[in-house]
Each structure stands twice: as C-alpha cells, then as structure tokens.
C-alpha cells in the first residue's frame, strides 16, 4: 500500500491520495459548485510533486478558467443531435442553444497520466436520459475528441 501525504496546492486546494485507486483527489470551485476532480499518477508509488505537478496544475486551471466556453464547445457539438434525436416536446423545456448550454453542467473530471489530457464528465441535465457527456481536452485546450454520450 502506497501511503502519500495530503497537500494544499494554489489551483486545487486541499489534494489526497485515495489508496483505493492510486489517485490523487481534490475539489474546486468551477462555475458556482464545488467539482471533484482526480489525477492518474504515471507512478503511484512516486509523490505527485517529482511528476509534473506543474502541468497537472496548469490543466487543472485551464479548465477552471475556460468552463463556460467548453460548455459552449459540446453545445455547439451536439445541440442539433440532440433536438432532433432526442427532444421530446412533451417533457423538455430546453428548446435553444442556450437553454441547452445552461443544463449540462460539469460534475467532475480527471487529469490522465500524462498531465496533459482531461477527461471531463459533465452531467446532462436530463437531456439524454441521464447519461454523461464525457469530453477529451489535451494541452492547451485542444479538443481531441467530439463530445461522447456515455453511461
């Protein structure tokens, strides 16, 4: 068992280490909520501070900086998907872009391995039955992925 002592970091607050999955967690304030987000350690066994911390940090605050606007990246992605498959128009009252943009909101995300790429999980506001909708975002914000229903 792999035991590493929590720290207070300036973009991620207070970070642990959850032995259960090797992963470091912590929480931030994104768009008004608290998200829970997690890091994938190339090397659980090695403190996180000798495994680019600082890019793991800067991944972290670009997506805290930049939600809204990814927000309007998965609207813009699957809007029309969405109103012409799975709008219904005797229960949805989400009838816009907008409307669209404001429902999904990002329930956690994880920075991978390579401190660069983001897994985000952004909840669909009932929209999609309940699924997530899960995106890919690499370094500096590139999208390497269109947005995926999952669950």
Known sequence: MCVHDPFDDPVMGSVTFDAKVNEW???????????RGNIVPENHHRPLEEQGLNEIRESV??????????RQYITTEMFEG??????????????TPEGFREAI???GFSVLE???TSLLYYDD??????HSIVLS???????????????
Request: with cysteine; glycine share 14%; charged share 25%.
């Open 105 to 107: 909101s990002l329930s």
């Open 114 to 116: 390579d401190r660069v």
């Open 125 to 130: 506001g009932g929209l999609f039955g309940g």
């Open 25 to 35: 967690e912590f929480c931030i304030a994104i768009a008004d909520k608290e998200v």
């Open 61 to 70: 605050a670009w997506i805290r900086d930049n939600e809204p606007s990814i």
């Open 82 to 95: 969405w109103l012409s498959g799975w709008y219904d128009e005797e229960i949805d009252v989400v009838t």
């Open 137 to 151: 975002v690499g370094a500096g914000g590139r999208y390497e992925y269109p947005p995926n229903i999952w669950g």
